[in-house]
């Protein structure tokens, strides 16, 4: 039985019908698994489509003349030059450059370009809209959106299976975004996900989600995928999952995410400073940072997980494993870790604790597989 406490997006009903496996995630009931598993819901994703319900999620619109100026005094990235219909990584930092959320930002594909969509994360979307409304409330309007659903098809035939609703969207390429109409729904489509995979999220009024997802589900390439295969195929592409890989206390320099920081934003840049933490994350740029998270693959087959500690050769704690997993696609144990500069070179050695034994594990560099974004 569900826990009637957790929260139910609008395809619970659905998730039961098809057999998931529902457990507790950011207050939500959502699914982890379905009957065909893990292992088999992963390897359909990359070599057809899953489709993923991930309507916890926060989503909100920015809206007034000044929302991307505005919403550059929070982040780090350049979101004044965002062109209409372009998609961008941006992150929330705090006066310490630590990260507060990870977030996606499009500006909408509309006459008007004072019209910015967000997606945050689940388990931080009530303080990030917090943060949105007391920091710059007073520049523009915050409108969240949990009337809406969200829906990520993902795969190498994605593409395929949602043109068959609207033949239009096969012109989106990676990071882009527009408004489109799928079995009878209006929608905002953007190309992209979390998988490494070509795909596509898509934003639909909570009502018509089910109805949605359905057509979709009924298309051959289709199946569904949960929590579980979701987390190995961003681990394999070595995107970070919030509150494990990156927090308050990681900076983007740290966390290896300083392609998402423009010129624009960096020293020396017109729009340099002006953000929470940018004294901080420019030195980190222009000095570099004392550690950073790297990708591990483990020279023998024993699963490393999140916690465990990595050594060197000596026994000398290095860091911690910040996600870990026997990945799928590359056959071999994965992690994500956050090591000192010296020790954080590709091909370098080191050992992750697993049970009383230590497990050798070599720095590689990501992605763990290659990205299939379709770039047009």
């Known amino acids: 039985m569900s826990d009637p406490a957790l929260l ?24 982890v698994s379905y009957p065909a598993g893990i292992m088999a819901e992963h ?33 780090p990235v350049d979101v004044v030059d965002l062109p209409v219909g372009k998609q961008r990584y941006g992150l929330f930092t705090n006066a310490h450059g630590g990260i507060l959320d990870d977030l996606m930002i499009t500006r909408r594909n509309q006459a008007h370009d004072n019209d910015l969509f967000l997606i945050v994360n689940a388990a931080c979307k009530a303080a990030d809209t917090l943060h949105l409304t007391t920091n710059i409330g007073h520049r523009c ?17 994605a593409v395929t299976a949602l043109s068959r ?8 390429t990676f990071m882009t975004g527009g408004d489109f109409k799928l079995n009878g729904a209006d929608c905002f489509v953007t190309r992209s996900g979390y998988t490494g995979e070509d795909g596509f999220e898509i934003s639909v009024p909570a009502h018509q989600a089910e109805a949605l997802a359905r057509a979709l589900l009924a298309q051959s390439e289709v199946a569904p995928v949960g929590l579980g295969a979701r987390d190995t195929l961003r681990l394999e592409a070595g995107l970070c999952l919030y509150g494990h890989d990156i927090n308050t206390t990681t ?28 004294d901080i994350i420019n030195a980190q740029l222009t000095q570099g940072a004392s550690n950073k998270r790297v990708g591990l693959t483990g020279l023998e087959r024993v699963p490393v997980r999140e916690g465990a500690l ?67």
């Open 8 to 31: 139910k997006t609008a395809l619970h009903a659905l998730h039961l019908e098809l057999g998931a496996k529902m457990v507790p995630f950011a207050g939500y009931d959502m699914p």
């Open 43 to 75: 390897k359909h994703c990359r070599a057809a489509a899953g489709l993923f319900d991930v309507s916890h999620m926060g989503q909100l619109r920015l809206l007034g003349p000044d929302a991307a100026a505005a919403l550059e005094s929070l982040v």
């Open 141 to 157: 309007t915050v409108v969240p959106l949990p009337d809406r659903a969200l829906l990520a098809l993902q795969g190498p035939q």
């Open 165 to 172: 609703l609207n033949a239009q969207v096969a012109a989106l």
């Open 251 to 278: 900076t983007p320099v740290e966390a290896a995410l300083t392609w998402a920081i423009q010129k624009v934003r960096r020293t020396g840049g017109a729009r340099a400073a002006g953000y929470p933490g940018a």
């Open 310 to 376: 990595i050594v060197d050769v000596h026994g000398h704690k290095l860091g911690t494993v910040t996600s870990g997993t026997l990945a799928p696609t590359v056959n071999q144990p994965i992690a994500l870790a956050y090591l000192p500069m010296n020790h954080a070179l590709i091909g370098h050695e080191v050992y992750a604790e697993v049970r009383g034994k230590r497990c050798p594990m070599r720095v590689t560099a990501l992605p763990f597989t290659p990205n299939n974004y379709f770039r047009g």
